[in-house]
């Protein structure tokens, strides 16, 4: 499967942006996914994860409240609205493929990741 990120862009702090993540080459319904970001100098962190069936949704502390992660299986796509938009969201942000494991939030289980689109916030 192929991923494409996209939607990345600088806005001001407490701004919104919406990521999309678009799969190809496979049948998408039937896999978990999963957004990830990197920030220069960092660690690629988890950021959310949804169930390939969209009925349960995982998030990382630090984005809980301001990120929801959502799919649209007839469109193979899977989007990250990002609201209250803080300095430290600025990253690299990518979307993968869980293919293994049980902890959603381990970047070891995922897969076929996309190419990243680049968030940066403007403090």
């Known amino acids: 499967v192929q991923l494409q990120a996209s939607g990345g862009g600088l806005v001001q702090a407490g701004g919104s942006l919406r990521l999309s993540c678009a799969a190809s080459?496979?049948?998408?319904?039937?896999?978990?996914m999963g957004w990830f970001r990197q920030a220069p100098g960092k660690e690629r962190e988890f950021v959310a994860a949804?169930?390939?069936?969209?009925?349960?949704?995982y998030y990382a502390d630090s984005v809980k409240g301001r990120f929801t992660i959502s799919r649209d299986n007839a469109k193979n796509t899977v989007d990250l609205q990002m609201n209250s938009l803080k300095f430290e969201d600025t990253a690299v942000y990518y979307c993968?493929?869980?293919?293994?494991?049980?902890?959603?939030?381990?970047?070891?289980?995922?897969?076929?990741w996309g190419q990243g689109t680049l968030v940066t916030v403007s403090s």
């Open positions: 949804i169930r390939w069936s969209g009925g349960a949704v």
């Open positions: 993968a493929v869980r293919t293994r494991g049980t902890i959603w939030s381990s970047r070891t289980n995922y897969d076929y």
């Open positions: 080459g496979r049948t998408f319904s039937g896999y978990d």
